[in-house]
């Protein structure tokens, strides 16, 4: 595996550092799960899904991985963490900015003994100002960082963005930052400092609508529930039967659209002559899109659609994708070694290559005995 070789220290809780861990192990680090005497991570409890007593939503992501029962709160089991860290590249943890510090396990003095160690923190509002040891879930972030705001129908209530996006794209950007600093390591042999956290990755995910804020003075407003703020017509539409997105993002997908739709005369009218006049009648043209797509069927639609190269797609549940050729083409679910269950992999192909099967999540303390430290 790509990864083989590098080992991986992860101190994480429920999803941001595990989900990073989760993505070293299936690049082929091996990634040792420090977890507290207790019950470990609390994501082993984590519903609503299980199989048995197995719970999926930390198969998911600790699958691959070996499991240490650490105490951290105590000299002995601070000293055992810092054998492990004698041994490994990178060290990563999702611990509340001032726990790391009151336990001795801050970067500076990490560091200070394992000067070659990438140490990998992320937080909730970041490791400074005045909310760096607040708090902070998914749901808070997404409503902080205005996320929530600028997601929903305009007509409804704001609403949260139905995953955990801001966790899982930190988790992101924790790997990123730690690949380029291994990169680093490489020139000079000397370790890094990564930090990031879930406010910054919910601000980024806002970016667009903060920089027009900022250069523009533009107040973000929400949209049709699947529209977007700077292209039309870019959302779901009804049909007879069912609803359909269709992207035609560009002048020239336009004009395609409107004469597959037999109103050729739409492209050539003066309030939809580009993309900036659209958006100045989004609702009238939106009007004259859907009153066509009414009469006809999704199915009749979609084929129409791609005969003249305009992107488009039904809207799939998740049992609908589970269906499609396309899901298992892509070898995203894997099986998972030893378990009655598939999971969804890394989204990465190398060579041609998904990757073996997946590994299980350890049991609480199953590599206690095993795990080398020095």
């Known amino acids: 595996m790509i990864l083989s070789g590098v ?37 082993r409890q984590m ?11 930390f198969q998911e992501y600790n699958r691959g991985k070996k499991s240490v029962i650490v105490d951290i709160k105590t000299e002995s089991g601070r000293e055992h963490l810092h054998r492990l860290l004698a041994n490994v590249d ?53 409503a902080y960082s205005g996320l929530i705001s600028i997601n ?20 992101m950007w924790c790997v990123i930052g730690c690949l380029a600093a291994l990169r680093k390591r490489e020139k000079t042999g000397q370790g890094q400092v990564v930090r990031t956290s879930l406010f ?38 009804d049909t007879f039967d069912h609803p359909i997105f269709i992207a035609a993002g560009t002048s020239s997908l336009f004009v395609k659209l409107c004469r597959m739709l ?14 900036r006049a659209r958006l100045k009648h989004r ?25 003249v190269g305009v992107p488009c797609s039904p809207l799939n549940t998740i049992a609908d994708l589970l269906e499609t050729e396309q899901l298992e083409a892509q070898e995203l679910l894997r099986p998972v070694e030893g378990l009655p269950i598939r999971l969804v ?18 049991e609480l303390g199953e590599h206690n005995d095993i795990v080398s430290a020095p």
């Open 200 to 237: 910054e990755t919910g601000v980024a995910w806002a970016a667009q609508r903060l920089n027009a804020l900022v250069n523009a003075g533009m107040t973000p407003t929400r949209e049709a529930a699947s529209g977007h703020p700077g292209i039309v017509p870019y959302q779901l539409f």
């Open 7 to 43: 080992r991986v220290v992860e101190l994480g809780q429920i999803l941001s550092a595990p989900f990073a861990g989760a993505v070293f192990a299936d690049l082929g680090a091996e990634v040792i799960k420090v977890e507290k005497p207790d019950g470990g991570d609390d994501g």
């Open 283 to 307: 609702p009238e043209l939106i009007g004259l899109i859907q009153g066509e797509l009414r009469i006809r069927t999704r199915d009749d639609w979609l084929a129409a659609l791609k005969a």
């Open 345 to 362: 992999a890394t989204p990465i192909w190398f060579d041609g290559e998904r990757g073996p099967e997946l590994q299980r999540a350890p």
């Open 90 to 142: 990178i060290f990563i943890h999702n611990l509340r900015p001032d726990v790391p510090e009151k336990f001795g396990i801050d970067p500076e003095t990490i560091r200070a003994r394992h000067p070659h160690l990438i140490y990998a923190e992320i937080s909730g509002f970041g490791h400074k100002g005045p909310m760096r040891i607040e708090p902070a879930f998914e749901p808070l972030i997404q």
């Open 262 to 275: 037999d109103h050729p005369e739409w492209a050539e009218d003066e309030r939809f002559a580009d993309n």
């Open 152 to 171: 929903g129908d305009p007509d409804g209530p704001p609403s949260r963005i139905g995953i955990s996006a801001v966790d899982l794209g930190t988790a």
């Open 47 to 57: 519903g609503p899904a299980y199989v048995g007593d197995l719970s999926l939503t």
